[in-house]
């Protein structure tokens, strides 16, 4: 998607590091010298693996923990010791929002309603979510996705300029979580800036402009969608004749730029010039009367390219002690 964005940073991290524990063998790292920018107007999306230390990371930036090391800023401040001077201008969506289960929906809204400076009518909070009609229900009544909507309606209240959502689809059914993703899209197109953790990469394919994948508390790639997929092959796939008759001597011609791999009649080529591979592949088939069953060729998915980094990122980290958050 386009960011509505302009370019200088109002979230920035540079060599931060948050450690649990003390020194030494007993303690651990959750996040590493990492480095991080993002830039107002945008929608930016942290991923990792479990154990990443995406969760730690939003502490930080979020001002809900001090940093080990390294420093951390939110529309130019320090979040952790300027809270006065951040905290009215963002919100927050925590993975659990923890609110008392006895109060109403309407209850919760107007008690934090009334903490916030320039609030929006709890109504239109509700309203954004899709909550309304269930100002009157308790809190401990809701479905786990109806409370999660609550959480994001009151991490909205103060009109946010920077969004933060921790797992904001975790427990939504998918005409829920669209609505939700249509939400995030409107805040970001009226210039609010959204930082997300999520486990699903559709949904970061779908909501962000740049995202960054975490592993053992640094960042190993960022960039747009395309940027962090473009140096992983393509997929090509299709199924050959049976080796009988006309097609007994039946081989595939050189590729370019192409890895070959076959399943009996199943072949799948993956290469770093689809276009190319694709066309000297249909030029062949075309030449000799080949029909190509099930034939479906794609550029690399985020879903293979995360999975990628992870292991090329694992397989260079050497054994930490410990495990990150």
């Not at 400076?117 to 996705?145: C, N, P, T, W, Y």
């Not at 209240?157 to 959502?165: K, S, T």
Request: net charge negative; proline share 5%; charged share 25%.
């Amino acid at each position: 998607m386009t960011a509505t964005s302009h370019p200088e940073p109002v979230v920035e991290a540079a060599g931060l590091h948050r450690r649990y524990g003390p020194a030494g063998d007993t303690g651990f790292d959750a996040v590493r010298g990492l480095d991080l920018a993002v830039r107002r107007g945008e929608v930016f999306a942290l991923l990792g693996t479990n154990g990443a230390g995406k969760t730690s990371t939003m502490e930080l930036i979020e001002g809900l923990a001090v940093p080990t090391g390294g420093s951390v800023r939110v529309l130019g401040h320090d979040p952790y010791r300027d809270r006065a001077a951040v905290r009215p201008r963002i919100g927050i969506m925590l993975q659990e929002g923890g609110f008392p289960g006895d109060l109403t929906v309407a209850e919760t809204g107007r008690g934090w309603a009334g903490l916030t400076s320039g609030a929006r009518s709890v109504d239109e909070a509700l309203d954004l979510v899709g909550l309304r009609g269930r100002r009157a229900v308790r809190v401990k009544q809701l479905s786990g996705g109806e409370r999660r909507r609550l959480d994001l309606a009151i991490a909205l209240l103060g009109r946010p300029e920077v969004l933060f959502l921790d797992e904001p689809s975790t427990g939504l059914d998918p005409e829920a979580r669209a609505a939700v993703w249509r939400l995030v899209c409107a805040l970001r197109d009226e210039g609010t800036t959204v930082v997300l953790t999520t486990h699903y990469l559709e949904e970061a394919e779908e909501l962000a402009d740049r995202l960054a994948i975490m592993h053992a508390g640094r960042i190993v790639a960022t960039g747009t969608v395309a940027e962090v997929i473009a140096h992983r092959p393509a997929r090509i796939t299709f199924e050959l004749p049976e080796r009988s008759g006309p097609y007994r001597t039946l081989a595939l011609p050189p590729l370019p730029a192409a890895e070959v791999t076959a399943d009996g009649r199943r072949i799948t080529v993956r290469t770093d010039a689809l276009q190319d591979t694709l066309t000297e592949l249909l030029g062949w088939a075309a030449r000799h009367d080949v029909r190509l069953d099930a034939l479906d060729a794609r550029s690399a998915s985020l879903e293979e390219a995360f999975l990628a980094i992870a292991a090329e990122a694992a397989a260079a980290t050497p054994e930490t002690i410990g495990s990150t958050r």
